[in-house]
Each structure stands twice: as structure tokens, then as C-alpha cells.
């Protein structure tokens, strides 16, 4: 089965631009773990405090 599709994800990113919580706001269900699972290691510059954000993750079937 090949599933596509986007994840939109809120994510809190602490000071030192590591991921600290992915949570799934909406998307295909067997996406979101797999979502999530990939911004757990994006890494974003270094801070001075935590940041919030909400980002797409685009999956293609093929």
C-alpha cells in the first residue's frame, strides 16, 4: 500500500535547536508516526529560549 500526503506537526524546539516534542495536529494517521520520527533529528540554530512552531511534512507515494 503506498500512502501520501501531508503531517502538520507543532513542534517545541529547545534553546540548543534540538526537537523536544513533535505532536500531530493533523494527517493521515499512519504518517504521523513516521512524521514524527523524522523531526526528532532536524536539528535548527541554536536559540536563546524554546520556540514553538508548526510544520508540514510532505510524504509522496510512489
Known sequence: MHVGGV????LTVA????VTDAK?????????NAAQ?????WRFEPAADTTSMTVDVNFNAQ
Open 37 to 41: 520520527e523524522a523531526v526528532r533529528r
Open 7 to 10: 503531517v502538520v506537526l507543532q
Open 24 to 32: 500531530v495536529e493533523s494527517g493521515h494517521a499512519l504518517l504521523g
Open 15 to 18: 534553546p540548543d535547536g534540538s
